[in-house]
């Protein structure tokens, strides 16, 4: 059974700085072949893209709220996917997930359709 397990959310002001982490469980022995994406779900709304790094960590792909402030990237020897988050905002309260799809998304990187495995969320809330 593989998982996927994050953490590092938490309380910050706003221009604070947090890293979330993914690790992907010791059985997905694989990890490098897939591509991996950060999503994110305010209350109230939906579950909206981050970023997405491929298998390699060759290719990013953000948002356009997270570009510029956001770095996604990875250690495969690790299984573990980061989000770097700088400079955060009151509207990037949210729960954070992670994702995984064993497909090759093309394009359509940014839909959470395309992701067929996924972490059970951090929450993280930034204070004004």
């Known amino acids: 059974q593989v998982h996927l397990v994050e953490s590092g959310g938490g309380l910050v002001q706003a221009g604070a700085s947090l890293r979330l982490s993914c690790t992907a469980s010791?059985?997905?022995?694989?990890?490098?072949?897939?591509?991996m994406a950060w999503f994110r779900q305010a209350p109230g709304k939906e579950r909206e893209f981050v970023a997405t790094?491929?298998?390699?960590?060759?290719?990013?792909q953000y948002s356009d709220s997270a570009e510029g402030r956001f770095t996604v990237s990875r250690d495969n020897a690790k299984n573990t996917v980061y989000l770097q988050m700088s400079s955060l905002k009151p509207e990037d309260t949210a729960i954070y997930y992670c994702?995984?799809?064993?497909?090759?998304?093309?394009?359509?990187?940014?839909?959470?359709?395309?992701?067929?495995?996924w972490g059970q969320g951090t929450q993280v809330t930034v204070s004004s």
């Open positions: 994702a995984r799809t064993t497909y090759s998304t093309g394009r359509y990187y940014d839909s959470e359709n395309l992701y067929n495995l």
């Open positions: 010791a059985s997905l022995q694989t990890f490098k072949n897939y591509n």
């Open positions: 790094i491929s298998g390699l960590g060759l290719n990013t």
